[in-house]
């Protein structure tokens, strides 16, 4: 780990409020409930950000609004601003976040994640990585790089991810 | 090609399970699926091993023949078989190629090449059977040379690509080799006559290549028309002068006839051309596509059409999808859902 923090001294948003999700208008148990903004955002939210000890929800380096989400066509796109913009966790933040959804969505899902534009110095370099399979699935193949990914990852404060 | 205007449709004649974890190549053994001999398939995956599938003659079911297992340590991410149907290559995330030798029906391991630093993406042999290429994300093209006692030699490492090289396939009648690269470009290397190899020309954006990574390329049957796809969601058709290519007298360059877009919209990952004509295409929207060249007489230059496209494949993204080298129109696919799919394409009258 490096020792001198890229961001030492990041700006900690309050967590938004946690909306209880209503029941179901439908009595049919059998009904799948179309996955929206907020469910992808309750997946992603209580990430740790690698470097500091605050989710990536704390430091606003996502937000419901930053998804974009069709159920129907079984596709998402997640949007996220690295604190800095030569951040060079943004392929690890990116990484949790790809490997985040693949561990919770269903298999048909398709997912593209991105950089904000303008928010970082390459943002153009890391979308192409994050955004290619094979290289994903190499860096995943890298204990050391899963152990990363999976220490964001591990839930706080015995709250499930 | 007879001329099938009509519609087509895409049998699907069986789905092979097995594998673990996604299914990423497909190789069709080219001394199988004629004179008798039933048609024999390998497929490689994300769990590590390789496995060798045959058509039983007579209920025309395939099965699982062979799992190469217990070699790689890694994702295997290319298979492919020597023009003989011998030797089985394999390369891996492990850095490694393997070599495996067919012996009647038992798949055993007789070499192993080392060298590339980190990932291998993509083997291929050259028609004779005498060279190897492999490929990675070190950037560089490794040419090997076969010699006898199951022996290899490397020839060459070209560097020139910029980033990780994704496919590399041979010209399939002369020494020339391709290779496509995460630097959107497709590099063309050929002896300079002193045992040297030289990059001889690089298809990019520039002269209408592609603007993202390039995944794989194909050939026709006569080898003056190539076709590549990309994560910039299109198909490009290039062709060179065949009189000059095949006189030798001096390198013939490629150029670019074609752009297909518009007809993907997530990465395309594989493209083949069959010996018919027909181009398929496997992509990251779980589908597959049937072009061919149109016969509209366009003052213009050669344009392609759409034939067929077959929306869910797969249940996940497609990631090869090969013709087979027999008298039939049968296809194989490999997708991240972990399956392998034998296809039949069927003029629809």
Not at chain 2, 2 to 11: F, I, P, Q, Y
Not at chain 2, 321 to 326: E, N
Request: glycine share 6%; net charge negative.
């Amino acid at each position: 780990m490096v020792s001198e923090l890229i961001n030492a001294n990041p700006v900690v948003y309050e967590k938004k409020e946690r909306r209880a999700r209503s029941a179901p208008s439908c009595a049919d148990e059998y009904t799948v409930e179309p996955i929206d903004q907020l469910e992808i955002f309750d997946h992603l939210r209580d990430i740790k950000d690698p470097e500091h000890p605050y989710s990536l929800e704390e430091l606003k380096v996502i937000t419901e609004d930053a998804i974009e989400v069709d159920d129907s066509n079984s596709y998402v796109r997640v949007t996220f601003t690295p604190t800095v913009e030569h951040c060079s966790m943004a392929t690890i933040i990116g990484l949790c976040l790809r490997v985040k959804l693949m561990r919770s969505l269903p298999s048909r899902y398709k997912v593209d994640i991105r950089i904000a534009p303008g928010s970082h110095a390459t943002e153009a370099a890391v979308n192409k990585q994050l955004n290619d399979k094979e290289r994903v699935a190499a860096a995943l193949e890298n204990p050391n790089l899963v152990d990363m990914v999976d220490e964001c990852l591990a839930p706080t404060n015995g709250l499930a991810g | 090609m007879e001329s099938h205007d009509g519609a087509w449709s895409l049998k699907e004649l069986q789905k092979l399970e097995g594998h673990n974890d996604r299914v990423w190549s497909v190789a069709w053994n080219p001394a199988t699926g004629v004179a008798g001999v039933p048609p024999m398939l390998a497929s490689c995956s994300g769990d590590k091993t390789v496995r060798v599938w045959e058509q039983n003659p007579s209920s025309s079911s395939w099965f699982c023949k062979a799992v190469l297992d217990e070699t790689h340590t890694r994702t295997v991410r290319s298979c492919a078989w020597s023009p003989s149907g011998k030797l089985l290559a394999t390369g891996s995330f492990d850095a490694t190629t393997a070599i495996w030798e067919n012996v009647g029906g038992d798949f055993e391991c007789v070499s192993t090449l080392e060298g590339h630093e980190n990932e291998v993406k993509s083997v291929c042999w050259n028609a004779s059977g005498s060279l190897l290429a492999t490929c990675g994300r070190d950037r560089s093209v490794w040419i090997w040379e076969v010699l006898p006692g199951n022996e290899f030699e490397c020839a060459s490492v070209l560097q020139g690509h910029t980033q990780d090289v994704k496919m590399v396939q041979w010209h399939p009648t002369l020494d020339i080799l391709f290779s496509c690269s995460y630097d959107n470009t497709v590099k063309i290397w050929a002896e300079d006559g002193d045992d040297d190899w030289d990059c001889v020309q690089t298809l990019s954006e520039a002269n209408g290549g592609h603007t993202s990574t390039v995944w794989a390329l194909s050939f026709n049957t006569t080898g003056d028309k190539m076709v590549s796809c990309s994560d910039d969601l299109t198909i490009k058709i290039w062709e060179t002068d065949s009189g000059k290519m095949m006189s030798g007298d001096g390198y013939a360059p490629w150029s670019h006839v074609c752009t297909l877009s518009g007809y993907h919209d997530r990465t395309i990952f594989s493209v083949h051309w069959s010996r018919e004509g027909i181009i398929a295409s496997g992509a990251a929207d779980d589908a597959i596509r049937f072009f061919v060249e149109s016969k509209d007489g366009s003052v213009d230059g050669p344009s392609y059409k759409m034939i067929l496209r077959n929306e869910k494949a797969h249940d996940m993204d497609v990631n090869a999808v090969r013709w087979s080298l027999g008298e039939n129109r049968f296809l194989a696919s490999a997708s991240d859902d972990g399956t392998v799919k034998i296809w039949e394409l069927v003029p629809v009258i």
